[in-house]
């Protein structure tokens, strides 16, 4: 997506909003939003789901951002992937339906009391049928903290995800693993979406071993790991905007 390749850091992990927000590319892309109203939702095969409301997602999250600004605390964010929308299919999409409702199978999201869908909405019937852990490395909030931002295709999306998680896990905001006081420092995101990863820090810590690509920390958490009990921490959440101006 022009859009993106244009205004993102070679990294994809900051975006220059200022210039993006004057570019005709934005005016053509806010001019092509309106057509996701027709987006046959059901026709989409588990791939093409997949692919489309992760790159929605992001775009939706930049398209806000630029409409409404950067939200500035905890109340803020809130509201912001609660009420920040697309028509899609002719239905609406919050950021919090689309990553809780469709990509995490209809599953409670942070502070959420309830699920987005009830067993009427018929949202529910875009839903994926499980939650796919694999999406929280390509879902960018906005925040330093985030995955890169990067454009997903179907044809490619497993191996696209699974490539995702392992550039993840082998930076330090994504995984430290401490031989020495045996324990592996993960990021919030594994706290926040515990559910998705196994809900004990055993099968956590097994889901981070089989994800990561052969590398020294992956053979460093596999010896600590045959030894047990290894300690989980999780280190602070960068909540700062990614803005590279």
Request: aromatic share 12%; charged share 25%.
């Amino acid at each position: 997506m022009k859009l993106y390749s244009d205004h993102l850091s070679a990294d994809g992990k900051s975006v220059d909003y200022k210039a993006m927000s004057k570019s005709t590319c934005y005016e053509r892309y806010c001019e092509l939003a309106v057509y996701l109203q027709r987006v046959e939702l059901l026709s989409l095969s588990h791939e093409e789901r997949l692919a489309f409301f992760i790159n929605v997602y992001n775009a939706l999250v930049i398209h806000g951002y630029l409409r409404l600004g950067f939200p500035k605390n905890m109340w803020q964010r809130y509201r912001f992937f609660n009420y920040v929308s697309y028509l899609i299919g002719g239905e609406v999409f919050t950021l919090q339906d689309i990553e809780n409702g469709v990509l995490r199978g209809n599953r409670k999201g942070i502070a959420q009391l309830l699920k987005p869908f009830s067993k009427n909405d018929p949202r529910l019937q875009v839903a994926l049928p499980e939650a796919e852990p694999l999406i929280h490395f390509a879902l960018n909030c906005g925040a330093k903290g985030c995955p890169p931002i990067r454009t997903y295709t179907p044809k490619d999306i497993g191996s696209q995800l699974r490539t995702a998680a392992e550039a993840f896990l082998e930076a330090d905001d994504g995984c430290i693993v401490d031989s020495m006081k045996r324990e592996v420092k993960l990021s919030q995101i594994f706290k926040w979406y515990k559910a998705d990863f196994g809900d004990t820090d055993e099968k956590l810590l097994n889901w981070v071993l089989n994800h990561m690509r052969a590398s020294q920390k992956k053979t460093s958490l596999k010896t600590l790991l045959s030894t047990g009990n290894v300690k989980v921490r999780y280190m602070p959440y960068d909540w700062s905007t990614n803005s590279s101006h």
